[in-house]
């Protein structure tokens, strides 16, 4: 498993749907996920998200797993 090549996917996920405006579904490593908005890049490896549930948390790039467009089920 080549790390870098992972955080750089989640980082290049991060920022376009940062851009994009888009809620996202984000699985971490923990196998716990977050639903929500990232509003803000905080510096290079930590984002800002309004998280349905949690408000406004950081993000660390080092605990997530995938990023993803939010689906409603």
Do not use: C
Request: glycine share 6%; hydrophobic share 35%.
């Amino acid at each position: 498993m080549e790390q870098g090549n992972d955080k750089e996917r989640v980082i290049e996920k991060l920022n376009f749907f940062l851009n994009a405006k888009t809620k996202v579904h984000i699985k971490k490593h923990n196998k716990t996920f977050l639903n929500g908005y990232i509003f803000e890049r905080f510096k290079e490896d930590i984002y800002l998200m309004k998280e349905d549930e949690l408000g406004i948390i950081h993000l660390f790039v080092s605990e997530i797993y995938d990023v993803g467009e939010f689906k409603e089920e």
